[in-house]
């Protein structure tokens, strides 16, 4: 027997590219965010969660040094008696030391609470797919962390 004669292929015509599909995602976060959805509202969730574990962590960082001190000073006699030059070591700790302290943990605090807003502009914006950055609270490109 002999072979039948090829066919002639059909001509196929493309109407859209597969990358036509990617800012309709980035739109749908937003829109989920503007409208309220559930989708947003778990995305607003994660930002205020973010948030909140920040300001506890330092919140707790300056607790323990404020009252750690005074505790400190109360638990070990000795540590009343010395003096840096003529202050003692109670005024300069907890009347000098202290606010660089604290500005040191605002600064830390900003700075970080900007990276998380700026992770959470990013996913939404589009710019990071969905299971990376800030929905992890990893960011591969943060020279933070």
């Known amino acids: 027997m002999s072979d039948p004669a090829p066919r002639p292929t059909q001509r196929v015509r493309v109407t859209a590219s597969r990358s036509a599909a990617r800012p309709a995602r980035r739109r749908r976060t937003r ?51 010395v003096h840096v030059g003529p202050l003692p070591l109670t005024w300069l700790g907890l009347g000098v030391l202290v606010y660089p302290a604290a500005v040191a943990a605002a600064w830390l605090y900003r700075r970080s609470a900007e990276r998380h807003e700026r992770r959470f502009a990013e996913f939404v914006a589009g710019e990071q797919p969905p299971g990376e950055g800030y929905a992890r609270g990893h960011d591969p490109r943060d020279p933070a962390r």
């Open 31 to 81: 829109v989920a965010l503007v409208e309220q959805t559930g989708v947003g509202e778990l995305y607003l969730q994660g930002l205020l969660r973010a948030q909140l574990r920040l300001a506890l962590t330092v919140l707790g960082a300056v607790a323990t040094v404020l009252l750690g001190l005074p505790v400190v000073l109360a638990l070990v006699p000795a540590a009343r008696q």
